[in-house]
Each structure stands twice: as structure tokens, then as C-alpha cells.
């Protein structure tokens, strides 16, 4: 599966912002999907999770209240919808997929959008 982010950029402390990850090649609804980030000079961090039917959604603590991930597998898309954004958040974002809802391995990634947040 082929994934693409888009929705990234500059925006100030308290701002929100939609990253939209759009998946072609196979079917989208077999797929648990992850959203990932990576900070200049950190190593990259899991920022919440999907599985496959949307029925379960889990975050990191630190953007626990603030970001909300959806997804509509009938558009082929995973969503991260973050609001009350900090300084702290800036990170190139990627998504991911993954083919179990279990295990933490994930077996595809895209090429990541960058997200600036400005204090």
C-alpha cells in the first residue's frame, strides 16, 4: 500500500491543523493504520493509532485532549486532527500502516508532512 500525507505547515501556539493520509494499492480497511513524528534531532515517536475498523483509537499522553485521528475507509483516508497546538509539536508527521491490529510493527510508511507551530 502506497501512502501519502498532506495538511502540514506553519501555524501558531493554540492553532489546529487537519493532516490527511491517503492510501491506493490495496485495500485501505485491511489495514491498522499509525501516525508517527519526528522531531529535528529526536527519534521518531508513535503519536496514536487506529485499527482497522476505527473501533478503537489510542494516543500518546502528551496529545491525549488535543489530537483526534479518524479514519474513512471508504475514501482511503486516515486523518490527525490537531487542535491547541504547542511549540513542542513541531515534527515532520508521517502515517502508517500496518496489516494486524496487534503487534506494533508497521509495514509501510509515507514520505511525511512537516508541521511548524510557532510560539
Known amino acids: 500500500v502506497q501512502l501519502v500525507e498532506s495538511g502540514g505547515g506553519l501555524v501558531q501556539a493554540g492553532g489546529s491543523l487537519r493532516l490527511s493520509c491517503a492510501a491506493s494499492?490495496?485495500?485501505?480497511?485491511?489495514?491498522?493504520m499509525g501516525w508517527f513524528r519526528q522531531a529535528p534531532g529526536k527519534e521518531r515517536e508513535f503519536v496514536g493509532g487506529i485499527r482497522r475498523s476505527g473501533g478503537s483509537i489510542y494516543y500518546t499522553e502528551s496529545v491525549k485532549g488535543r489530537f483526534t485521528i479518524s479514519r474513512d475507509n471508504a475514501k482511503n483516508t486516515v486523518y490527525l486532527q490537531m487542535n491547541n497546538l504547542k511549540p513542542e509539536d513541531t515534527a515532520v508527521y508521517y502515517c502508517?500502516?500496518?496489516?494486524?491490529?496487534?503487534?506494533?510493527?508497521?509495514?509501510?510508511w509515507g514520505q511525511g508532512t512537516l508541521v511548524t507551530v510557532s510560539s
Open positions: 502508517a500502516a500496518k496489516s494486524s491490529d496487534l503487534g506494533v510493527l508497521y509495514n509501510y
Open positions: 494499492g490495496r485495500t485501505f480497511s485491511r489495514y491498522a
